[in-house]
């Protein structure tokens, strides 16, 4: 009897993976809704009389198991970059001009132009086969383990299709919820008096994030992949070919994919999306261009944070009407003062605006905008609200001038506008406005994400007097904190447990969280790279930090100018006094044919282009500069070098041809 069960129990599991095959990716089934459910019953009745039986990857393990306590996180083993975006079909043309420039020759080999969903990012970790991790996007280098979670979707395989797959694959997709669920979903909010959803990217994101893996197995998610982690070495050549792949080891992929041989098809299919975007069962907030050829992608490589070899051209920003009543003036933390229009609560793209930025004085005049104007608002990029402009037809003669006041709000300083600059400033590093959005940014998800002292908390504490500057943080009384309003014990315990966590942050991160002028979370990771510490970077001159590729003159007169101020100084005395100690990340130790050389490049090159070069240099571990000082060991001369070259060889230093270069690193 049990072998006739574990027959019969593996032709079901083979028989029901098959059927989800042809519904979910070939979306053509052979039988009936109501006879997979029989055969789904049959195989779910034979597993709990036979529970030894039942394997992890049954179709019947979809329902989700017992709730988590919190989300693990999961370091994925390649970053998920986020990609560039572009706004206008200029955009599209300039990305495939920038890509010649970086070539030295035209993309050959045509595009993939690919539906941009609007759901979350996941990463799928296939082991052997079969599914092993899932994981959120998080910051590109870390998400949550949403393992039991994703699990229960029926779009995303448990085992892969077919027999012949890489032992290790990382699959890359967006989780979203089509249109007609998320109805759904909210309706049933309503009827048992919960809050409906915003849309259906946050009501996927919600669904995804919770901690109970039987909830999301209720909601109607669906899953489309869109690459691997290391598509080269799928056997694939090109993104088309991994798309196929994908669907043949069983993911479903966007039917709306394309491929396009020249940039004129991409704009027309992205004209073509456009038009049918209200049609389609899901949400897309616009298209994703990439180099189809595997190879090409490998030699563009990346930025920073996103591949060059791709661009996400966003669809126009959802637009509305509504009256300009009022106009506030906010301090950031560098002092900018900003103008917000107070508007007349409108619906827009799926929210209720009722702020939206002015920007500055400069383009206040250059729209002429006006208190009392009505005036069109639009989510730039579909985030950030922003008046684009009034109209003046209904104009009565009542609506008054917008101006930035000549003294700071917070403070009372006289306000500056620099030559040459659009923004005006309040100056005083001492004005409240500034230092409360100085400590908000410290706290928060781009500075040293201290849980528990999110924007609102740290308001109330900087209200309260408890914190006024950043070593505060780290001298929090629990029994005062216990105290205030809305905290209590755990409150207190739970935000004094990450803020001693936060005592060890990553370097780059503590950088970062400083909130200095012109340096964010890229510079701030040079920074650490170069470096390797606090002291020395607090010490360094600007013509150090000007040979570092990447930091340009601002950035590096704001950080000399930041840590030569005696106040930044007894600051981070204090911090390093409440047992702050930054940390700095592994680096390889794989030995590269340029390890330890730092590398200034001068004339033009005629096989590379000069960002190409570059990126073979960090590729075999050197380090680039920009021009020629006692760390530089090699200067690579192209045609019609210069003074760089002649500097050069004053100095003693090794002089290679473009030729040279190309044959240490055996290009």
């Given at each position: 009897?049990?072998?006739d069960?574990?027959?019969?129990i593996?032709?079901l599991?083979?028989?029901?993976?098959?059927?989800a095959?042809r519904?979910?990716?070939?979306?053509d089934?052979?039988?009936?809704?109501g006879?997979?459910?029989?055969?789904?019953?049959?195989l779910?009745s034979?597993?709990?009389?036979?529970?030894?039986?039942?394997?992890?990857?049954?179709p019947t393990?979809?329902?989700?198991g017992?709730?988590l306590d919190r989300?693990?996180?999961?370091?994925?083993?390649?970053p998920?970059?986020?990609?560039?975006?572009?706004?206008?079909d200029?955009?599209?043309?300039?990305?495939?001009?920038?890509?010649?420039r970086?070539?030295n020759?035209?993309?050959s080999?045509g595009y993939?132009?690919?539906?941009?969903?609007?759901?979350?990012?996941?990463?799928?970790?296939?082991r052997?086969?079969?599914l092993?991790?899932?994981?959120t996007?998080?910051?590109?280098f870390?998400?949550?383990?949403?393992?039991a979670?994703?699990?229960?979707?029926?779009?995303?395989?448990?085992?892969l299709?077919?027999?012949?797959?890489?032992?290790?694959?990382?699959?890359?997709g967006?989780v979203?919820m089509?249109?007609?669920?998320?109805?759904?979903?909210n309706?049933a909010?309503?009827?048992?008096?919960?809050?409906p959803?915003?849309?259906p990217r946050?009501?996927a994101?919600?669904?995804?994030?919770?901690?109970?893996?039987?909830?999301?197995?209720?909601?109607?998610?669906?899953?489309?992949?869109?690459?691997v982690?290391?598509p080269?070495?799928?056997g694939c050549?090109t993104?088309?070919?991994?798309?196929?792949?994908?669907?043949h080891?069983?993911?479903?992929?966007?039917?709306?994919?394309?491929?396009?041989?020249?940039i004129?098809?991409?704009?027309?299919h992205y004209?073509?999306?456009?038009?049918i975007?209200?049609?389609?069962p899901y949400?897309i907030?616009?298209m994703?261009?990439?180099v189809?050829?595997l190879?090409?992608?490998?030699?563009?490589?990346?930025k920073?944070?996103?591949?060059?070899?791709?661009?996400?051209?966003?669809?126009?920003?959802t637009?509305?009407?509504?009256?300009?009543v009022?106009?506030e003036f906010?301090?950031?933390?560098?002092?900018?003062?900003?103008?917000v229009?107070?508007?007349?609560?409108?619906?827009?793209?799926?929210?209720?605006?009722?702020?939206?930025?002015?920007h500055?004085?400069d383009e206040?005049d250059?729209?002429?905008?006006?208190?009392?104007?009505?005036?069109?608002?639009?989510?730039?990029?579909?985030?950030i609200?922003e008046v684009?402009?009034?109209i003046?037809?209904?104009?009565?003669g009542?609506?008054?001038?917008?101006?930035?006041?000549?003294?700071?709000?917070?403070?009372n300083?006289?306000?500056?506008?620099?030559?040459?600059?659009?923004?005006?400033?309040c100056t005083?590093?001492?004005?409240?406005?500034?230092?409360?959005?100085?400590?908000?940014?410290?706290c928060?998800?781009?500075?040293?994400?201290?849980e528990?002292?999110?924007?609102?908390?740290?308001e109330?504490l900087?209200?309260?007097?408890?914190?006024k500057?950043?070593?505060?943080?780290?001298?929090l009384?629990?029994?005062?904190?216990?105290?205030l309003?809305?905290w209590g014990?755990?409150?207190?315990?739970n935000?004094l447990a990450?803020?001693e966590?936060?005592?060890?942050p990553?370097?780059?991160?503590?950088?970062a969280?400083?909130?200095i002028r012109f340096i964010?979370?890229?510079?701030?990771?040079?920074?650490e790279?170069?470096f390797?510490?606090?002291?020395?970077?607090?010490?360094?001159?600007?013509?150090?930090l000007?040979?570092?590729?990447?930091i340009g003159?601002?950035a590096?007169?704001?950080?000399?100018a930041?840590?030569?101020n005696?106040?930044?100084?007894?600051?981070?005395?204090?911090?390093r006094?409440?047992?702050?100690?930054p940390?700095?990340?592994?680096?390889?130790?794989?030995a590269?044919?340029?390890?330890?050389?730092?590398i200034?490049?001068?004339?033009t090159?005629?096989r590379l282009?000069?960002?190409?070069?570059?990126?073979?240099?960090k590729?075999?571990?050197?380090?680039?500069?920009?021009?020629?000082?006692k760390?530089?060991?090699?200067v690579?001369?192209?045609?019609?070098a210069?003074s760089k070259?002649?500097?050069?060889?004053?100095?003693?230093?090794?002089?290679?041809?473009?030729d040279?270069?190309?044959?240490l690193?055996?290009?």
């Open positions: 009897m049990t072998a069960a574990a027959r019969r593996e032709e599991t083979a028989q029901l993976n098959e059927h095959y519904y979910y990716v070939l979306d089934p052979i039988i009936s809704d006879e997979y459910d029989r055969l789904f019953h049959e779910l034979l597993e709990e009389a036979h529970p030894r039986l039942a394997a992890d990857d049954s393990r979809r329902v989700g017992a709730p989300f693990d996180q999961v370091a994925h083993r390649l998920m970059l986020s990609l560039e975006n572009g706004f206008s200029d955009d599209i043309v300039e990305f495939a001009e920038k890509l010649g970086y070539l020759e035209a993309v080999g993939s132009a690919e539906p941009k969903l609007d759901g979350l990012a996941v990463e799928l970790v296939y052997d086969g079969s092993h991790v899932g994981s996007r998080g910051d590109g870390t998400g949550e383990d949403i393992t979670q994703v699990r229960t979707i029926k779009a995303i395989p448990l085992k299709y077919g027999t012949k797959f890489p032992s290790l694959l990382e699959v890359r967006e979203y089509e249109k007609a669920g998320f109805e759904s979903l309706q909010q309503l009827a048992n008096e919960l809050p959803f915003a849309n946050n009501a994101a919600g669904s995804l994030r919770q901690l109970d893996p039987s909830i999301t197995a209720k909601r109607p998610l669906k899953f489309f992949a869109y690459t982690s290391e080269d070495t799928t050549r993104q088309s070919e991994l798309l196929d792949l994908l669907n080891y069983g993911f479903p992929t966007c039917p709306h994919n394309h491929y396009c041989a020249d004129s098809a991409v704009i027309d004209n073509h999306l456009a038009s975007r209200h049609d389609l949400e907030d616009g994703v261009v990439k189809d050829t190879q090409l992608q490998n030699r563009l490589g990346t920073a944070r996103a591949p060059r070899w791709a661009l996400a051209r966003k669809f126009p920003a637009q509305a009407t509504t009256k300009l009022g106009v906010q301090v950031g933390r560098t002092g900018a003062v900003t103008p229009a107070r508007l007349e609560p409108v619906a827009l793209d799926g929210a209720t605006v009722s702020r939206a930025t002015l500055n004085q206040i250059r729209k002429d905008l006006r208190i009392g104007d009505t005036v069109l608002v639009q989510r730039a990029g579909d985030v609200p684009i402009k009034p003046a037809d209904r104009r009565d009542t609506e008054t001038p917008i101006t930035i006041p000549p003294r700071c709000p917070a403070c300083s006289e306000l500056v506008k620099p030559a040459g600059e659009a923004v005006t400033r005083n590093i001492f004005c409240p406005a500034q230092q409360l959005r100085g400590l908000i940014h410290f928060s998800k781009a500075g040293l994400d201290i528990g002292l999110g924007k609102r908390y740290v109330q900087y209200e309260a007097g408890i914190i500057t950043i070593p505060d943080i780290f001298t009384d629990r029994d005062v904190l216990a105290a309003d809305g014990e755990k409150s207190a315990d935000a990450a803020v966590q936060a005592k060890t990553v370097l780059a991160d503590f950088i969280a400083l909130g964010g979370e890229t510079s701030a990771a040079l920074l790279q170069h390797g510490s606090l002291d020395k970077l607090s010490a360094a001159t600007e013509e150090e000007l040979d570092i590729d990447g003159d601002q590096a007169t704001s950080l000399v930041y840590f030569s005696d106040t930044i100084a007894a600051m981070l005395d204090r911090l006094a409440s047992g702050l100690t940390t700095v990340r592994e680096q390889s130790t794989a590269g044919a340029l390890a330890g050389a730092v200034v490049f001068t004339g090159l005629t282009s000069r960002d190409e070069a570059k990126k073979l240099v590729e075999h571990g050197g380090t680039i500069a920009s021009s020629v000082t760390k530089v060991t090699h690579v001369a192209g045609e019609k210069g070259l002649r500097k050069a060889e004053e100095a003693g230093k090794t002089i290679l041809s473009e040279d270069f190309l044959a690193v055996k290009k």
